[in-house]
């Protein structure tokens, strides 16, 4: 049965809010000659936050995989595919902030990032576990939940500062 595990919502809420945040003003404040420029540069942004936050990762009996968006490609983000049975172990790292992240490592050599920002994760988690045999129990989000809800409240914020300003 193939499973699919979309980004997780709060991280693509923040990242489009934020987005929103920083650059609502700016077709209000550009020059006339920019106006139009400045409107669809902005859509332009909006459709790539947008689309780039649209990975996700499926999982069936036989193997993983992680799917970019054509723009995420364009950008350097790869498509990948494993084999469950190719999966020798999954090594932790720590990150300069403090958080770990995780890697799946292949019999071959190769290295694969493990996604901790999809929903439903502790059912992703287990459905690694269960085809790898590996024990999962340590992996978890590379943030805190709360952080994504934060900078997606901070940013609704800002946007309400700007449109209250804008009005008055």
Known sequence: M?????????????????????TIPIPFYSIDRLKIL???TFFL??????NITSDYVETCNNKISYKTS????ILGKKNWEISW?????????TTSQGSKVYYFNTYQGESFLFPQRVENFEKFVL???KNTGIATKEI????PL??????????VLMIGGELFAFIN
């Open 45 to 50: 942004g909006l459709y790539l936050i947008i």
């Open 70 to 73: 054509f723009i995420s490609k």
């Open 146 to 155: 709360w952080t994504y809800k934060l900078l997606t409240l901070l940013s």
């Open 2 to 22: 193939i499973e699919k595990f979309k980004t997780l919502f709060f991280v693509k809420s923040s990242l489009v809010s934020l987005y929103l945040a920083l």
């Open 127 to 129: 459905i690694v576990s």
């Open 38 to 40: 400045s409107i669809i």
């Open 85 to 93: 049975e190719d999966i020798k172990l999954i090594k932790s790292l």
């Open 140 to 143: 978890s989000y590379i943030s």
